[in-house]
């Protein structure tokens, strides 16, 4: 059903898992451990624990056994920086504006002097590491890190844990049981050791499962002139919702027969997509490009796992077809953070870059493929953007649940969207989650969590046939069933792939790690910071056409409709970047200036429904039928009907390509969290109204 979500997985590069007894070698380094487990978790005689640094998971998780001790696997030691609380009071003056240090960003090499670690420090952790026979690989860049590898037997020996393998969420994880511990005074030097679990980032990226594969022209036969409109391409429809359509159906020509009337959907063909153009005039982007502000200037970094082969191609074609600047090495660069462990058909890539692109054409871009998904690459490739300055607007397309990940993981990527901050640079980060977290986690993720990051949720819009917008909605999909290959269903069923009728959606919530930042001391009820900030579209049932090379198809490239948080994230960014030309300054993060938008710039997301929601008379004989309102159509839970909201719906024929099928598809309603005036937990303070204004606002305003 997602072609693209890296979920709760063991990283790609580390696989194998056989049962194996304790590996301790010594009954006294035992003993002294529990000892040290015994007088208390944060500190021993000779050394330290680093605290917070177990998942939480393995509390709760079903435990497989030990890990295998042979295993070799990857760590990375990240050491704290100097004078951490001058660092942190120095970041809010920055966005303060009655500070004197208010945007006087710090340059990189200004930044490393003040708060950098020592090179006598990292050589001490090296040492450390050496000692307890790990393989030093190298130290990272002004010192901030110290990567080793070993087996998970040296590994276990080294740190004083016990590395099992367990089932979370149906899959096989590796995670410590406990928090590692560091001997001599090295240990004070430290703020997290990553690596000694197997969670993996996922990219909150999809395609509509029930897209049709619909085939582009090859790369190397590209003779396609420029479209402005969705439909001209592989026949996909810039207008979701046509209309409001009745239809009469028979089970075989018997009963029970059933009509329905409502919304339609426009799912015949390609489905509904929209094109560079639809978004340009739906949000007035076309008046700021018309003025010269398309990103000129500015380089956009785009973080990305593993990497995709064909991803310049497909990137070029979506170019081509819509009238944008070819990407060359004027204005693209791609960086390898090492060699890819899993580099292939990962859509999201495309997306990201195609429409970073869309937004912002006149931008450069400037890739980095973390070498896998977990934690120890993702991260090194986000503080080798800003360690480098490669750009002032990152985009990170990494999501993991706050309850997935040790807190020291947490903290460590705040540490590098502070970073960011402190120097003029923007991070922005997917804030929603997919079906699994919805209800099995929390859906509050990290990078998005950080007080230095901002975090992008998702809405779903429909256009109209002038191409404005006709409405928003926060995104969350829910399905119903209504006809199947030509069975009346009396009720609807949920179908198999839906849980609880939930396709696709995203949420954040209030974070379990970080306070409320300053910027959201009004918005927000209670003491934590909550996300997202802001949002974007993200709904692949209104998606955005995207191109991507498959290796089962011929000619090889397709186009999908695609979604997620993750693409929202790049569009904003590219919006960012456009706001940071204009001002002709670095604004720096985004979030602080988001909460005080006016209503000529952000729409706030509110609840919506229509009266035309589709309905449903069943007759099940000659005499008897069923009336079926718009709640009871899209069966909605009678266990969850109170918490379900307001919700848009739309009667769907032939999904998939199926004859005599139908469902009901529904916008907006939420299980979990409500769209609401103000901040609220799917689309923060609101989504863009008019590009020109949000870019007027921010480079003329102080957060």
């Known amino acids: 059903m997602n072609a693209s979500r890296k979920r709760l997985v063991p990283e790609r590069a580390h696989s194998g898992h056989t049962r194996k007894r304790w590996p301790w070698s010594s009954i006294p380094a035992l003993a002294t451990m529990c000892m040290a487990a015994m007088s208390g978790p944060a500190q021993a005689s000779d050394g330290q624990f ?6 939480k998971f393995v509390a709760t998780a079903r435990k497989l056994g030990a890990a295998d001790p042979s295993l070799r696997i990857k760590i990375s030691l990240w050491l704290k920086p100097r004078n951490r609380a001058a660092m942190d009071a120095l970041a809010r003056q920055l966005y303060d504006p009655s500070s004197a240090n208010y945007r006087h960003w710090l340059t990189h090499q200004g930044f490393a002097e003040r708060f950098a670690p020592t090179a006598a420090q990292a050589q001490a952790v090296k040492a450390f590491l050496q000692s307890r026979q790990l393989t030093v690989s190298g130290i990272g860049p002004d010192n901030f890190y110290v990567r080793a590898t070993g087996t998970i037997d040296q590994v276990e020996q080294a740190f004083r844990v016990k590395i099992n393998d367990y089932t979370v969420d149906g899959r096989t994880v590796r995670a410590n049981s406990g928090d590692p ?24 990226g999809m395609v509509r499962p029930s897209a049709v594969s619909l085939q582009a022209q090859a790369g190397t036969n590209r003779k396609l002139a420029p479209s402005a409109e969705a439909p001209a391409v592989s026949g996909f429809q810039s207008r979701c919702f046509p209309g409001v359509v009745t239809e009469h159906r028979t089970t075989f020509g018997g009963y029970p027969k059933a009509t329905y009337t409502g919304n339609q959907y426009a799912g015949g063909g390609g489905g509904c997509a929209y094109a560079p153009a639809d978004i340009h005039t739906a949000y007035n982007l076309d008046a700021l490009y018309a003025e010269g502000y398309d990103g000129k200037g500015q380089t956009i970094v785009l973080i990305e796992d593993c990497g995709s082969p064909t991803l310049l191609d497909d990137a070029n074609t979506f170019s081509e077809r819509f009238g944008l600047p070819l990407l060359s090495s004027s204005n693209f660069t791609i960086t390898n953070m090492g060699p890819s462990v899993c580099a292939g058909y990962y859509p999201n890539i495309q997306a990201d870059v195609e429409w970073a692109h869309a937004i912002a054409p006149g931008a450069a871009l400037a890739l980095i493929y973390a070498a896998s998904s977990g934690s120890e690459d993702a991260d090194e490739a986000l503080f080798y953007a800003v360690n480098k300055g490669l750009g002032t607007v990152i985009s990170d397309d990494n999501a993991v649940s706050e309850s997935f990940i040790p807190q020291t993981e947490v903290q460590k990527e705040s540490l590098i969207s502070e970073m960011a901050a402190l120097e003029g640079i923007a991070a922005n980060y997917p804030a929603g989650v997919d079906a699994s977290e919805l209800f099995f986690g929390s859906p509050v993720v990290a990078p998005a969590d950080g007080p230095y990051a901002t975090g992008i949720g998702g809405i779903s819009l429909a256009l109209d046939a002038g191409g404005s917008i006709a409405f928003e909605t926060a995104w969350e999909d829910h399905v119903s069933e209504v006809l199947a290959q030509g069975t009346v269903y009396d009720p609807a069923t949920i179908p198999a792939f839906a849980l609880a009728g939930f396709i696709f959606g995203g949420i954040g919530g209030p974070s379990a790690i970080f306070a409320k930042p300053s910027f959201q001391a ?6 934590r910071r909550g996300v997202p900030d802001f949002s974007w579209v993200a709904d692949p049932y209104t998606g955005l056409i995207t191109v991507v090379t498959t290796s089962t198809q011929e000619p090889p490239q397709s186009w999908f409709a695609f979604g997620g948080t993750g693409v929202a994230a790049s569009m904003f960014s590219g919006l960012w970047a456009i706001a940071n030309q204009k001002a002709g300054i670095a604004l720096g993060q985004a979030a602080p200036y988001l909460y005080s938008l006016p209503a000529t710039a952000a729409t706030d997301i509110v609840p919506y429904s229509s009266t035309t929601d589709v309905v449903a008379t069943v007759q099940e004989t000659k005499s008897s039928s069923t009336k079926f309102n718009a709640a009871q159509t899209l069966l909605v839970l009678p266990s969850y009907t109170a918490l379900f909201g307001p919700f848009y719906s739309a009667l769907w024929e032939s999904p998939n390509g199926e004859e005599n099928t139908a469902w009901v598809l529904s916008f907006g309603g939420d299980y979990r969290a409500k769209a609401a005036r103000g901040w609220d937990q799917v689309t923060g303070v609101g989504a863009p109204r008019d590009a020109r204004a949000f870019v007027d606002w921010v480079g003329s305003n102080k957060p």
């Open 522 to 527: 009004r918005a927000l009820t209670g003491t």
């Open 50 to 55: 680093i605290a917070n640094s177990t998942p």
């Open 181 to 204: 511990y560091i001997e001599g005074e090295t240990a004070e030097l430290i703020q997290a050791v990553s690596g000694l679990d197997g969670v993996a980032f996922q990219s909150p």
